[in-house]
């Protein structure tokens, strides 16, 4: 009995030496892989490092490339489009007029009774609707038979107060917010899609036409009196309801700028000067590319694998269709090489685009002692469950790392095109008012980034300069703006009894 018992308790020690063992071990690894994770955390970190004199680079490359798109088509990545609008509203506009606005996950159709000079907008009304995933990269017929069937819905439910007058052709402003050239107001060619549209058969084709095709089929009478980019919407938007904006800025899906310029100074331009001096440029910095931008191998990587690899790449690293995903990618490679979240990586992290960005900034701006939110969106959306405190704050160390980068470097476009404007610096007389027009779900709704941008750019102007330059947030601008657009290119412009 008495060899029994001591054979057992020197099994059990032996077991209990073992199991001990165990547990250092897998302590040790686990150290380890922590130790992994965090040499990745630091590591993107340094790669994603925006001092500010990078940022100053990264503005006066965008300077330098400006002068480069205006001087000859094709001279730089910026392709610097002439907008064909020489005039932004004065506040004069009159009538009914319908704007559509097509360019992100959802789009929207929009109907204004302008008042003129006294009235203003009389009345608006919207309707919203997202963009199916299959019609994004199907033909171009069926998208644009989905626009204009919702916008017959919508012309169907005009009720009395919109004063149309009887006779008269309905006008529309078209927001279409891709990279466009255009050949008159009312006219452009698709240049290349970009935010995950991939219409084949529509690149290289007037747009208007399309969707003037798309209308007939449909049963709806109506002209397409401006086409617009989204920039160029929110320009003339911001500038009826406040003169000082020359700059507008969308941070949304996809991101991009537009600004006036003296005519003069666009030596591509060869059409007669306007009256008025001026031309709006669209600018699509989303395709900015310089060597002072901060680019990790994960950008690369989204990059390649992306529906426009080589394009977009300022994009790419600062709007909102890439932000979560640049996250996901961080997320998943800690979780590959260093178990971040167990032996097994989480399935769900291994599919691209499943991190969104609003997701993201809910995390990135969760308030809680224990970080409630990041540990809910963790479990519903990737299906990670019991995540700890720890855990918890690498994930919103690394939006921060994403958001901030995004930002600085927002700001830094910003600065650049300050730059070009002459707008960042002193004058005789005192520093120039300039407004900028700041839309997008981004910008609106991701509030560590907007003032991460805010701040950003402040600093980087200096406390006297920044004082005179002001964003200012155009909500819906662009719609309003199409519509006004759309108002001031009427056919029946010439008939004063409107
Ligand atoms: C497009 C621009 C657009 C911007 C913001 C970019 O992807 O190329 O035309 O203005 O997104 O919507």
Not at 352 to 369: G, K
Not at 378 to 407: F, H, P, W, Y
């Amino acid at each position: 009995m008495g060899n029994v018992a001591v054979g057992v308790a020197v099994i059990g020690a032996a077991a209990v030496v073992g199991v001990a063992a165990l547990v250092v071990r897998q302590q040790m690894k686990s150290s380890g892989s922590w130790a992994r994770a965090m040499a990745i955390v630091k590591e993107f970190e340094e790669k994603c490092g925006t001092s500010d004199v990078k940022l100053k680079q990264v503005a006066d490359a965008m300077t330098v490339e400006m002068h480069a798109g205006l001087a000859s088509e094709g001279g730089s990545k910026l392709k610097m489009l002439i907008s064909f609008v020489d005039n932004l509203p004065t506040g004069d506009e009159k009538g009914v007029f319908y704007a559509l606005d097509l360019g992100g996950t959802n789009f929207r159709v929009l109907r204004v009774q302008l008042g003129g000079k006294e009235g203003g907008i009389v009345h608006q009304e919207f309707a919203e609707a997202s963009i199916p995933p299959a019609l994004m990269t199907g033909s171009s017929a069926a998208l644009f038979d989905y626009i204009a069937e919702k916008l017959a819905n919508f012309v169907d439910k005009e009720e009395k107060i919109f004063h149309q007058p009887p006779g008269r052709q309905r006008e529309l402003g078209f927001t279409f917010s891709f990279p466009v050239m255009q050949t008159s107001i009312d006219s452009g060619t698709l240049i290349r899609w970009t935010k995950g549209f991939s219409i084949d058969d529509m690149v290289g084709q007037d747009v208007v036409a399309e969707l003037t095709k798309a209308l007939q089929r449909k049963g709806v009478e109506m002209r397409v009196s401006a086409l617009v980019n989204d920039t160029i919407g929110t320009l003339a938007g911001g500038k009826y309801a406040n003169k000082d904006v020359d700059v507008a800025v969308i941070l949304g899906t996809g991101t991009n700028a537009a600004y006036v310029e003296h005519a003069q100074a666009i030596p591509k331009w060869h059409g007669p000067l306007p009256n008025s001096g001026e031309m709006v440029i669209n600018m699509e910095w989303g395709n900015f590319r310089s060597s002072h931008l901060p680019l990790t191998d994960y950008d690369h990587a989204l990059d390649v694998e992306s529906l426009n690899p080589g394009e977009q790449i300022f994009e790419k690293i600062t709007s909102g269709m890439y932000l979560g995903e640049i996250l996901r990618r961080v997320l998943l490679r800690i979780a590959e090489e260093a178990s971040f979240f167990g032996d097994d990586v989480p399935p769900k992290l291994k599919i691209p685009f499943v991190l969104r960005t609003p997701e993201m900034s809910a995390m990135h701006q969760d308030t809680s002692s224990d970080l409630r939110v990041v540990g809910v969106k963790m479990k519903d959306i990737l299906e990670i469950s019991n995540t700890s405190l720890k855990q918890r704050r690498v994930v919103v160390e690394l939006c921060n790392i994403v958001a901030t980068r995004g930002a600085r470097l927002a700001a830094a476009g910003i600065l650049g095109v300050l730059k070009k404007m002459g707008r960042d610096t002193l004058r005789d007389g005192g520093p120039e008012k300039t407004v900028i027009a700041m839309d997008g779900g981004l910008y609106e709704h991701y509030t560590e980034y907007r003032n991460c941008l805010e701040n950003t750019l402040s600093e980087l102007l200096g406390e006297e300069i920044a004082s005179s330059i002001v964003t200012e947030h155009s909500n819906d601008g662009s719609g309003i703006g199409a519509a006004l657009l759309a108002a001031s290119h009427s056919q029946y412009l010439e008939d004063k009894s409107r």
